[in-house]
């Protein structure tokens, strides 16, 4: 993403310790009344006509296809159903900036749902607010411009031998996006958002009061992950950040290899041109990423200040498929994801 290096010093710097609340409920908005969008909709950033936004169509009913192991996951959400809500398998977090923390954000509305054997999400924002300019540093400091929807698994996990992994598959480099649409997988104690922020920019920082580990993995392929203790983000690990890490490899589409392992899709492209599999492992002092397969990004021999902290590793734990933006312009995105999988057994693949 832009800027990364002012962005990474502006949101430390202006990360406050939290005092974690109560989780919100999951947030799941009727379909009463089209929006303004749906009066001569166009496709959504990262969508083809003549698909318009999710909410513009009635939502079907869930359909379970979840499979479950005492501590694995995996789904395909191959159900056969069009156009239909997320099972009651997941629990979502819609709008969710707004409806945790009631913070200020240009990000209005937000839909998760299935189709055609995958699931997507849909971001709408009115674009920056009078007198916040891309860039600034109210821009920077407060995330005005930002944010999504979380969904999780009903269910908690925990390390196995010191490790967890977690699998999906998303289209994630889609050109159109600019670098503004992204997603982001969370792995934490919480049960839900807490009600205050550790910084607006990420999905990861809605879980102040919580150790925290969030991946993002925005469309110029420059993957990053982020640690927070219960205050603040102790590390930021990216191809140009080591945080001290003894042994750090790739993070950055360098090589002929990183660079097609990683697929891009232009945008005139179908989303499964780059629907990619995502593989993170993460363990006491390190974070591997892999993408379809081919070693992507690793920091290993974290110091003690920048491993995950204790609580995550002998804890239950929460993973969030997190669809995030950053919205300057009035848009309408769309995310789409697949299969997901956590500790995968190797029968459940």
Known sequence: MRSKALLTLLIVVAASILIAGPPPKPQNPSDAGPSVECRSPAPPLGALPPAGP????????????????????????VSGVSHSRLSASYLVFEDVRRAATNAS?????????????????????????????????ADFY????????????????RFADGRLVVEFDASAA?????????????????????????????AAGLFGGYPTVGCAFPSDRLSECRIYDTEK?????????????ANVFGGAPTTEQLKSAWRL??????????????????????????????????????PPSAQLPDELLRSSVYVYFASWAYLVETTV??????????????LMR
Do not use: K
Not at 117 to 135: K, L, N
Not at 142 to 157: E, I, K, Y
Not at 268 to 287: G, P, V
């Open 333 to 346: 995105a769309r995310v789409h994801w697949g299969r997901i999988a956590i500790n995968p057994d190797p």
């Open 142 to 157: 407060t995330g005005p411009n930002n944010g999504g929807s979380l969904m999780r698994p009903d269910a908690g996990f």
């Open 265 to 302: 899709c232009r945008p005139e492209d179908l989303d499964t041109a780059c629907r990619d599999h995502f593989r993170i492992e993460l363990a006491r002092d390190s974070i591997a990423i892999f993408v379809n397969g081919v070693r992507y990004m690793e920091h290993r021999g974290l």
């Open 233 to 245: 983000i102790t590390a930021n690990l990216s191809a140009d950040v080591s945080g001290g890490a």
């Open 54 to 77: 999710a909410w513009c169509d009635p939502l079907a009913p869930g359909i379970d296809t979840a499979s479950r192991t005492a501590n694995s996951w995996s789904d395909g959400f």
């Open 174 to 202: 889609m050109t159109s996006y600019d670098d503004r649409v992204w997603p982001e997988i969370v792995v934490t104690t919480a049960p839900g958002p807490s009600d205050r922020e550790t910084n607006g920019w990420y």
């Open 105 to 137: 954000t240009s990000v209005y509305r937000t839909q998760e749902f299935a189709h055609n054997g995958h699931w997507m999400v849909d971001i709408a924002g009115h674009g920056a607010p009078s007198g916040i300019y891309e860039g600034s540093a």
